[in-house]
């Protein structure tokens, strides 16, 4: 009976992982602003220590107390801040807060040809 053997190339490729998808889920709770308020949410790329440009992510103001920020990369760290809108006015940014997204892990399995 003859053994079946794949290709080592094809065989690895076969069971490597697929990176993962990152992304960032953000919560908060407000307790000052009256019900109908909504929300911005703002980004920087870096902690929050370094952070200067923040480039607003919401294209409409969020009526809910989070948001999920599917656009990162991994081996990154983003710092997020968030801002109270009643038109036409908005607040200023909250304090922010840093999230760190993990790197890509692959794994690579290799058989060995007899």
Same mark, same amino acid.
């Given at each position: 009976m003859k053994k079946a053997l794949l290709c080592p190339i094809l065989f690895a490729a076969l069971l490597m992982a697929r990176p993962p998808q990152h992304s960032v889920t953000l919560n908060w709770q407000d307790s000052i602003n009256p019900a109908g308020t909504t929300y911005n949410v703002y980004k920087a790329t870096g902690a929050c220590s370094s952070a200067s440009a923040f480039a607003k992510l919401n294209t409409s103001p969020i009526v809910t107390k989070s948001y999920v920020d599917a656009n990162v990369s991994a081996n990154t760290a983003y710092c997020y801040a968030a801002t109270?809108?009643?038109? $036409?006015?908005?607040?200023?940014?909250?304090?922010?807060?840093?999230?760190?997204? $993990?790197g890509n892990h692959r794994l690579w399995f290799f058989r060995r040809s007899r």
């Amino acid at each position: 009976m003859k053994k079946a053997l794949l290709c080592p190339i094809l065989f690895a490729a076969l069971l490597m992982a697929r990176p993962p998808q990152h992304s960032v889920t953000l919560n908060w709770q407000d307790s000052i602003n009256p019900a109908g308020t909504t929300y911005n949410v703002y980004k920087a790329t870096g902690a929050c220590s370094s952070a200067s440009a923040f480039a607003k992510l919401n294209t409409s103001p969020i009526v809910t107390k989070s948001y999920v920020d599917a656009n990162v990369s991994a081996n990154t760290a983003y710092c997020y801040a968030a801002t109270s809108y009643v038109s $036409p006015a908005e607040s200023e940014k909250s304090s922010g807060v840093t999230a760190v997204v $993990p790197g890509n892990h692959r794994l690579w399995f290799f058989r060995r040809s007899r």
